[in-house]
């Protein structure tokens, strides 16, 4: 009986071991289907089998094997035949149907798998991009490489580096992970995550990148950039800061052969001095790089600093270039240096960078500051004079003062209103009270002011005509004058007109309150516009 269960025993074993065999075992008819491993040359060869599962051929010198159409290269080899793995030594050399060569110290190949798994100066090219690692794990059938302890793809000028990447030989992408860097000559990448792609060499951002260029920043979380087309996009609210500002937008696309970029969706350029200089906002802005210029459009903003009274100008379209390029071309009236106070034209030669800078808006131009608003159809500005110049049906106001004309020049001085001056059908008029408005009208106006406040108007005309409302010590009025001369100076107080004196060839009458029409004594052209006048800054700032 005891016998008889020990037979038992040993006849189950044998089963077992013969199953487990049976399943460990390759399938050889897949094996003759593709997979099975050939050898092609060797200088020496020897055999060995251990048992039915290890049958070994030992290969060396000028080693060749073949598996479908991928061949391997080696110094030296072992092939299990029966369990169709290779290993190779020296010199390793993947060649997969010339398409992609692979390289290393050591390799270890599952034939049936087509996995291979390389050690030692691995190196793996598709024509255009050079991989380089220490540890490699490559699928034939995928065509995807694997490295996962650190290593570099080289492609021209473009060198890439990262501690883990997966190299995709179909689509020729680099999926790169963990401390990626991209370095080329104009710019290194700093990111988690990047895709590349050895042929087209397209850089894909998928995280939080960023990019550096010379004096140029950018932070990025999504698109791509062409480093042979040197063309970029990115999205996300990418942020730029290069030496004069940064510029944030939703999206961004850059030509780097131009110079040019088109920012769109809430875009905000901020300059770097927080006292002095402009910021922009708009929904769209197209900069030139190469010639220093933005155009801004879709409710644009322009906003120069000036301490805490800073300048909002609101129009259709804004546009800034260097002034030092506009004077090659055409001279700028008035053209003065701001910290002297003096009126010259300045040479094109001057490299003075911080305020070379000039501005023009175009359509439905609205000024607002606290101490002066204006509007007008066009308007231009220089960093370097710091006046406003607008044209074609012009207005200022200043306290309870509105100034009209053709063409008015504003000029600030240490960041508050020093000097107006009005060109051609020139119009000053002043709320006195109730219905009644002191007035002057002539060929030009020009105005001081002092802290920031209308201090004296001069008005010069063939002649000048002047309505001016006297009121006694209570502020009460008693009449009021009507005059022409050829100059007519009237003097504020707080902001306020205070007197007015004639010069040369006067005529004038004085009226009682009670005894004239006023509508009728009012200056040719009056036209009382507070209804066009800037309340606030938010009604700038809102569209």
Not at 410 to 432: C, D, G, M, W
Request: with cysteine; hydrophobic share 35%.
């Amino acid at each position: 009986m005891f016998q008889k269960i020990i037979f038992i025993f040993i006849a189950f074993v044998a089963v077992c071991t013969a199953k487990a065999q049976k399943k460990i075992a390759p399938d050889r008819d897949t094996l003759q289907a593709g997979t099975l491993l050939n050898i092609i040359y060797a200088e020496r060869m020897n055999f060995k089998k251990e048992d039915s599962l290890n049958q070994f051929v030992s290969l060396a010198g000028n080693v060749q094997i073949k598996q479908g159409k991928t061949f391997f290269y080696a110094d030296s080899a072992v092939l299990n035949q029966y369990l169709n793995i290779l290993e190779a030594f020296g010199k390793v050399h993947i060649n997969d149907a010339d398409s992609i060569h692979t390289y290393a110290n050591y390799l270890k190949y599952i034939g049936k798998e087509k996995k291979a798994y390389l050690k030692g100066n691995v190196k793996l090219t598709d024509g255009k991009g050079i991989l380089t690692t220490d540890e490699l794990e490559y699928d034939v059938t995928t065509k995807i490489g694997t490295y996962l302890k650190g290593g570099k793809v080289v492609n021209g000028k473009t060198v890439l580096t990262s501690k883990q990447a997966n190299y995709y030989g179909e689509t020729k992408d680099v999926y790169f992970i963990n401390k990626v860097v991209l370095k080329d000559p104009d710019y290194t990448i700093n990111t988690d995550t990047l895709l590349y792609n050895t042929y087209t060499n397209i850089t894909t951002f998928v995280t939080a990148t960023t990019i550096l260029s010379g004096k140029t920043k950018i932070k990025t979380r999504k698109g791509y950039y062409d480093l042979n087309k040197k063309k970029a996009y990115f999205g996300e609210r990418p942020e730029i800061e290069d030496s004069t500002g940064t510029l944030k937008a939703d999206e961004v696309a850059i030509d780097d052969s131009t110079g040019k970029s088109e920012f769109k969706g809430n875009v905000v350029y901020k300059g770097k001095d927080s006292t002095s200089g402009f910021d922009i906002i708009a929904n769209k802005v197209e900069r030139d790089s190469k010639k220093g210029s933005i155009r801004a459009t879709q409710a644009p903003i322009l906003l120069i600093k000036q301490g805490k009274d800073s300048v909002l100008i609101r129009a259709d379209t804004l546009f800034s270039a260097k002034l030092s390029d506009l004077l090659l071309e055409r001279n700028v009236h008035d053209l003065r240096d701001s910290s002297e106070g003096k009126l010259y034209k300045i040479p094109s030669t001057d490299k003075d960078t911080t305020s070379d800078k000039y501005f023009e808006a175009y359509s439905n131009v609205k000024i607002f500051s606290d101490s002066m608003q204006a509007i007008g159809d066009s308007l231009f500005y220089s960093l370097k004079d710091s006046i406003f110049r607008l044209y074609k049906n012009p207005i200022a106001w200043s306290n309870v003062n509105q100034i009209t004309g053709d063409t008015i020049y504003l000029y600030t001085q240490n960041k508050k209103p020093e000097k107006i001056r009005v060109f051609e059908n020139a119009l000053a008029i002043s709320h006195a009270g109730s219905n009644y408005y002191n007035q002057v009208s002539g060929r030009t106006i020009n105005g001081y002011f002092v802290d920031g406040k209308l201090d004296s108007l001069r008005c010069k005309g063939s002649p000048a005509s002047s309505v001016y409302y006297g009121v006694d010590d209570y502020g009460k009025f008693f009449g009021v004058n009507v005059a022409t001369c050829d100059v007519i100076d009237l003097f504020f107080k707080n902001g306020e007109p205070n007197k007015v004196v004639f010069k040369n060839n006067l005529d004038g009458i004085t009226y009682p309150m009670q005894q004239v029409n006023h509508d009728l004594i009012k200056v040719k052209g009056f036209k009382w516009l507070q209804h066009k006048r800037p309340k606030t800054k938010y009604e700038i700032l809102s569209y």
